[in-house]
């Protein structure tokens, strides 16, 4: 399944790319798709690219959402669930 998840832009790249973070775990994304994107901001990310900006307040109501979710699903399935998975080392990708 592939959600739409606030991450935070913590660093803005070349070629209108930025680094967003959740939980400790950073991404390089598309942000052609935003305008004026700012550091700190959060922005909705899907599919590897920045569609959305969301104030704060939202952004930590949707990432509260997701883990009660997850907490359910890890309850009643005992299988864990990441709402942003690491990036794949080149070594791992196929």
Do not use: N, S, W
Not at 49 to 55: C, G, K, Q, T
Not at 66 to 84: K, M, N, P
């Amino acid at each position: 399944m592939c959600l739409a998840v606030p991450m935070q832009l913590v660093a803005m790249g070349a070629d209108e790319t930025g680094t967003v973070e959740l939980d400790g775990i950073q991404h390089t994304i598309g942000l052609m798709l935003i305008e004026e994107p700012k550091i700190g901001e959060y922005l909705l990310i899907h599919a590897g690219y920045a569609i959305e900006r969301l104030d704060c307040a939202e952004a930590e109501a949707r990432l509260a959402l997701f883990r009660t979710l997850a907490a359910i699903h890890r309850q009643e399935t005992g299988q864990e669930v990441l709402l942003v998975a690491a990036p794949l080392r080149p070594e791992t990708r196929r």
